[in-house]
C-alpha cells in the first residue's frame, strides 16, 4: 500500500473520523449509567424456613440433607454449602462457568418441588437466584403524607398517583406500604348456595370473568394507520355487583340472592412508620434495562405534577431516598476526576514541549477516542459505571503517551527540513514498533484476568478491558 495513501485522502479520514464521534455520541446516549455493573451470579440459593424453632441438627438432619442428596446429581453444579439454624438453613449452589442459569434454576427448582412433600410440614423450600441486579434495582422511596389520616392518604395513592408513576417508561413496579386500602367483601349465605344448587367455585369463576375490565372494542382506521380501540369498565356503585347473574333457573339468581356484598377496607397488612407516625410510603422500583438517571429525572418530573393535582386535596409525595442520586453524584465526581487529570496532563505537554499545535493535536485526540470507544461498549452491552470510568482514563493517558512520541519524532524530522507528508509517514514508521509493543503489554496484562475461574475477576477485566482496549 502507498505510504501516503492516508496522507492524500484527508477529507475520508475526517468523515471516518467525524462518522466514530457521532455515532459514539449516539451509543452514549442510550447506555445505561450505574455504579457498579450488573451481573448474574453462577449460584442459586435455597432458603429452608421453619415455623417452630427446632434445634441445628433436626433442621440438617430433616431437611438440608435430603435435598442435598436430591440435587447433588444436578448438571454443571461445581461447589454445594450449606448452613443450619434453629428457624432458617441455606443451601448455597455454585456453578460451573458458562452454565445456562434460566435453565439450571428450572431444573432446581423441578428437583425442590418433588421434595417439598417430603419434608415434615413445619419447612418451607425457597429457590432464589442471585443476581446483583434485583438486588439494586429499588431507584425511590417516596412518602405520601396529607391530612385525614393514613387510611385517607392510601385511598389517594392507591386510585390518583399509583397508576400514573407505573406508566413511566423504566418503571417495572410501584409498592406500597401502609394504611388500608378499600376492598368489597362478599360473604356467601351458606343455605341459600345449596337452594340455589350454586357451587362457590361457581361464583368465584364468575367474578373473576366480570372483573375483566379492560376489553376489546374494534379498530379504527385513520391518516392510513390502524388504531385498537379498547373500552374500560369500572364499577361505580356497590348495587352493580350486587346485580350480578350467577345461575339461571325459573328466574335469574343473583348475587344479592345468594350473598352479602359490603364495601369497607382490608385489614392492614404493612406497616409503615416515619418519624415514628404512621405513613403511606411507596416504593419504585426500576426496570433492568432502564437508564437509571434518566428514569430518576422522568419520576421526579411526574411527581411535580402529581402534587400540583393533589394540592386540592392536601396530598403530597416526597422523595425520601433516590439511589439515582448517589449514583449520579460518584459518576460525574469520577468523570470530574478524569477531566482534571486530562487537563494536568495538556498542561504538562504544553510546559515541556512549548507547542501549541502539538498540544491542540493530542487534545483533541482524547474526546474522538473517548467517543469512540462509546460504540465498542453499545456493540458489547457494557454500561457507563466505575469500573468502565477507570479503564478510560487509564487509556486516555496511554493515548497522551503515544500521542506526545509520536508527535515528537514528527516534530523533530520537521526542524531537520524533512516535508510535513514525509515527515508524518518516516516518523511514525521509525516509532510504530515501540507503540505497539508498549500498547500490547498492556493489553497482555489483562489476559490471565479474561482466563480466570473467579466470576468477578472476569467481570471486572471485561469492563476496565474493554474500556482501554
Same mark, same amino acid.
Not at 461445581?78 to 438453613?89: F, K, L, M
Not at 469500573?387 to 500521542?403: K, P, R
Given at each position: 500500500?502507498?505510504?501516503?495513501?492516508?496522507?492524500?485522502?484527508?477529507?475520508?479520514?475526517?468523515?471516518?473520523?467525524?462518522?466514530?464521534?457521532?455515532?459514539?455520541?449516539?451509543?452514549?446516549?442510550?447506555?445505561?449509567?450505574?455504579?457498579?455493573?450488573?451481573?448474574?451470579?453462577?449460584?442459586?440459593?435455597?432458603?429452608?424456613?421453619?415455623?417452630?424453632?427446632?434445634?441445628?441438627?433436626?433442621?440438617?438432619?430433616?431437611?438440608?440433607?435430603?435435598?442435598?442428596?436430591?440435587?447433588?446429581?444436578?448438571?454443571?453444579?461445581?461447589?454445594?454449602?450449606?448452613? !443450619?439454624?434453629?428457624?432458617?438453613?441455606?443451601?448455597?449452589?455454585?456453578?460451573?462457568?458458562?452454565?445456562?442459569?434460566?435453565?439450571?434454576?428450572?431444573? &432446581?427448582?423441578?428437583?425442590?418441588?418433588?421434595?417439598?412433600?417430603?419434608?415434615? #410440614? #413445619?419447612?418451607?423450600?425457597?429457590?432464589?437466584?442471585?443476581?446483583?441486579?434485583?438486588?439494586?434495582?429499588?431507584?425511590?422511596? &417516596?412518602?405520601?403524607?396529607?391530612?385525614?389520616?393514613?387510611?385517607?392518604?392510601?385511598?389517594?395513592?392507591?386510585?390518583?398517583?399509583?397508576?400514573?408513576?407505573?406508566?413511566?417508561?423504566?418503571?417495572?413496579?410501584?409498592?406500597?406500604?401502609?394504611?388500608?386500602?378499600?376492598?368489597?367483601?362478599?360473604?356467601?349465605?351458606? !343455605?341459600?348456595?345449596?337452594?340455589?344448587?350454586?357451587?362457590?367455585?361457581?361464583?368465584?369463576?364468575? &367474578?373473576?370473568?366480570?372483573?375483566?375490565? %379492560?376489553?376489546?372494542?374494534?379498530?379504527?382506521?385513520?391518516?392510513?394507520?390502524?388504531?385498537?380501540?379498547?373500552?374500560?369498565?369500572?364499577?361505580?356503585?356497590?348495587?352493580?355487583?350486587?346485580?350480578?347473574?350467577?345461575?339461571?333457573?325459573?328466574?335469574?339468581?343473583?348475587?344479592?340472592?345468594?350473598?352479602?356484598?359490603?364495601?369497607?377496607?382490608?385489614?392492614?397488612?404493612?406497616?409503615? %412508620?416515619?418519624?415514628?407516625?404512621?405513613?403511606?410510603?411507596?416504593?419504585?422500583?426500576?426496570?433492568?434495562?432502564?437508564?437509571?438517571?434518566?428514569?430518576?429525572?422522568?419520576?421526579?418530573?411526574?411527581?411535580?405534577?402529581?402534587?400540583?393535582?393533589?394540592?386540592?386535596?392536601?396530598?403530597?409525595?416526597?422523595?425520601? #431516598?433516590?439511589?439515582?442520586?448517589?449514583?449520579?453524584?460518584?459518576?460525574?465526581?469520577?468523570?470530574?476526576?478524569?477531566?482534571?487529570?486530562?487537563?494536568?496532563?495538556?498542561?504538562?505537554?504544553?510546559?515541556?514541549?512549548?507547542?501549541?499545535?502539538?498540544?491542540?493535536?493530542?487534545?483533541?485526540?482524547?474526546?474522538?477516542?473517548?467517543?469512540?470507544?462509546?460504540?465498542?461498549?453499545?456493540?458489547?452491552?457494557?454500561?457507563?459505571?466505575?469500573?468502565?470510568?477507570?479503564?478510560?482514563?487509564? !487509556?486516555?493517558?496511554?493515548?497522551?503517551?503515544?500521542?506526545?512520541?509520536?508527535?515528537?519524532?514528527?516534530?523533530?524530522?520537521?526542524?531537520?527540513?524533512?516535508?510535513?507528508?514525509?515527515?508524518?509517514?518516516?516518523?511514525?514508521?521509525?516509532?510504530?514498533?515501540?507503540?505497539?509493543?508498549?500498547?500490547?503489554?498492556?493489553? !497482555?496484562?489483562?489476559?490471565?484476568?479474561?482466563?480466570?475461574? #473467579?466470576?468477578?475477576?472476569?467481570?471486572?477485566?471485561?469492563?476496565?478491558?474493554?474500556?482501554?482496549?
Amino acid at each position: 500500500m502507498n505510504k501516503h495513501f492516508l496522507i492524500q485522502r484527508k477529507v475520508l479520514i475526517s468523515m471516518l473520523f467525524i462518522a466514530a464521534s457521532l455515532l459514539g455520541i449516539i451509543s452514549w446516549k442510550h447506555l445505561k449509567m450505574e455504579i457498579f455493573p450488573n451481573a448474574e451470579l453462577p449460584m442459586l440459593y435455597i432458603q429452608v424456613n421453619s415455623r417452630i424453632e427446632v434445634t441445628p441438627e433436626y433442621m440438617e438432619q430433616e431437611a438440608i440433607i435430603p435435598v442435598e442428596s436430591m440435587i447433588a446429581g444436578l448438571e454443571n453444579i461445581e461447589e454445594i454449602q450449606s448452613t !443450619a439454624g434453629r428457624r432458617t438453613g441455606s443451601i448455597l449452589i455454585s456453578y460451573e462457568e458458562r452454565t445456562d442459569l434460566k435453565y439450571a434454576y428450572l431444573k &432446581l427448582d423441578e428437583k425442590v418441588a418433588s421434595i417439598r412433600g417430603d419434608l415434615p #410440614d #413445619d419447612f418451607s423450600l425457597q429457590v432464589v437466584k442471585i443476581d446483583l441486579e434485583d438486588m439494586s434495582n429499588t431507584l425511590m422511596s &417516596l412518602q405520601a403524607r396529607g391530612s385525614g389520616g393514613v387510611d385517607r392518604v392510601r385511598n389517594y395513592v392507591d386510585q390518583h398517583i399509583v397508576d400514573k408513576l407505573e406508566s413511566i417508561e423504566g418503571v417495572a413496579a410501584v409498592n406500597i406500604f401502609g394504611g388500608r386500602q378499600k376492598s368489597v367483601d362478599i360473604i356467601l349465605d351458606r !343455605a341459600a348456595c345449596e337452594a340455589y344448587d350454586i357451587a362457590p367455585s361457581r361464583v368465584r369463576s364468575m &367474578l373473576a370473568s366480570n372483573m375483566n375490565l %379492560r376489553q376489546y372494542g374494534g379498530a379504527v382506521n385513520e391518516l392510513g394507520l390502524r388504531f385498537f380501540v379498547y373500552l374500560n369498565a369500572e364499577y361505580e356503585h356497590i348495587s352493580q355487583i350486587e346485580e350480578l347473574i350467577i345461575g339461571r333457573g325459573n328466574n335469574p339468581v343473583r348475587l344479592k340472592d345468594i350473598a352479602e356484598v359490603y364495601y369497607g377496607e382490608k385489614e392492614e397488612e404493612t406497616i409503615s %412508620r416515619v418519624n415514628g407516625k404512621d405513613a403511606v410510603s411507596l416504593e419504585v422500583v426500576n426496570d433492568a434495562q432502564a437508564n437509571i438517571i434518566e428514569l430518576s429525572h422522568n419520576v421526579e418530573d411526574q411527581l411535580e405534577k402529581l402534587n400540583q393535582e393533589g394540592r386540592p386535596f392536601d396530598i403530597e409525595v416526597i422523595v425520601q #431516598d433516590n439511589s439515582a442520586e448517589l449514583m449520579e453524584d460518584n459518576i460525574n465526581q469520577i468523570i470530574r476526576l478524569a477531566l482534571t487529570g486530562a487537563l494536568l496532563a495538556i498542561f504538562v505537554l504544553w510546559v515541556f514541549l512549548r507547542n501549541v499545535k502539538l498540544v491542540l493535536l493530542v487534545a483533541m485526540a482524547m474526546p474522538i477516542s473517548i467517543f469512540a470507544a462509546f460504540n465498542f461498549f453499545f456493540a458489547f452491552d457494557i454500561s457507563i459505571n466505575s469500573l468502565t470510568l477507570i479503564g478510560i482514563a487509564l !487509556a486516555v493517558g496511554m493515548l497522551l503517551d503515544t500521542s506526545v512520541v509520536v508527535l515528537e519524532n514528527i516534530y523533530r524530522l520537521r526542524t531537520l527540513g524533512v516535508k510535513p507528508a514525509e515527515a508524518v509517514v518516516q516518523g511514525t514508521s521509525e516509532v510504530w514498533r515501540s507503540i505497539v509493543a508498549a500498547t500490547g503489554t498492556t493489553i !497482555a496484562v489483562f489476559i490471565p484476568f479474561i482466563f480466570s475461574n #473467579d466470576f468477578l475477576v472476569k467481570l471486572l477485566a471485561r469492563h476496565i478491558g474493554v474500556s482501554i482496549v
